[in-house]
């Protein structure tokens, strides 16, 4: 599988990684088996998305993508916590989807998009502390 999934500070945040390419399939798949159940019925307050620097490519159409968006604002509008999230893309590609994605669910997730992992780290690791109080562990 070219996308990898650890959980983050107590299990109040994760860090996802792509290797290769990602498909439609995986990133459906790790909404279905690892965002609902693990986080079903408790908070999770951030996501680091990470594009590595190999990935070039995503095989995920703006419709497919557009339809996986739907099913997390749908679930998520209930929630009361407003997680925060970061993607770290800097090929144009993985990039642009990435924007795509944080304009879809941009209403339920406050979403920021990166070329530079540093900064993308920084503005994670500050939102969260500010939103939230605690420390990003990365």
Do not use: C
Not at 21 to 42: D, K, Q
């Amino acid at each position: 599988m070219a996308l990898s999934y650890r959980f983050l500070s107590q299990r109040r945040g994760i860090a996802f990684t792509v290797s290769d390419r990602l498909t439609r399939t995986e990133f459906n798949s790790v909404y279905t088996s690892v965002i609902t159940p693990t986080f079903g019925n408790e908070p999770f307050f951030y996501i680091f998305f990470e594009f590595g620097d190999d990935v070039s490519h995503v095989d995920i159409t703006t419709d497919e993508l557009r339809a996986v968006a739907a099913r997390v604002v749908e679930t998520a509008q209930n929630k009361s916590v407003r997680r925060v999230s970061v993607i770290y893309a800097k090929n144009d590609q993985p990039f642009a989807r990435s924007i795509e994605w944080r304009d879809f669910i941009g209403v339920v997730a406050e979403v920021d998009v990166f070329r530079e992992r540093s900064e993308a780290l920084k503005w994670l690791q500050k939102r969260v502390a500010e939103k939230f109080g605690i420390h990003v562990e990365l």
